[in-house]
């Protein structure tokens, strides 16, 4: 009776434990980048063009700004929606923006901003300013940190 237990504990635990150590075939190598992956940065400032959001955004571990383009057919809906713009109600979290790469490629982004336009982290691109060649054939999203 004492070897059918112990028998029984054996098989539940190699069909319990062999999940953990399984590999799916032409796996993960070392150094790559796989599945989702997730960034959170707060903003400085969003300007609002015909052509796209431009979004500035502070470096980590540095006191420079960078400036990121985002183009306006991100923002169509549809299965090309690569960007979504989420308002909110006054608090500290925002300007965020959240970027989400997939496999070590850009996937989307979310940009958290503040409902009232006339908020000092809201800025405006005067109409004179071209831009055209900062939102021409943007295909992703290149942080700079």
Sequence with gaps: MKKLIVAAVVLV???VGSPVFA???????????????I????LDRVWPHH???IVQYRRPGNRRFARAYLPMEWFASGEDNRAEVITLPPGSSWPSMTVFFMDGEFSHVRLY????LGHSTWGFVPQHH????NF?????????F
């Design 39 to 42: 960034i959170n940065i707060p």
């Design 13 to 15: 635990l190699f069909f």
């Design 136 to 144: 021409e054939n943007v295909e992703t999203l290149e942080l700079r």
């Design 113 to 116: 901003l503040h409902r009232m």
């Design 130 to 133: 071209d831009l055209r060649r």
């Design 51 to 53: 052509l796209g959001f």
């Design 23 to 37: 590999q799916e075939e032409g796996g993960e190598q070392e150094g790559t980048a796989s599945g989702p992956a």
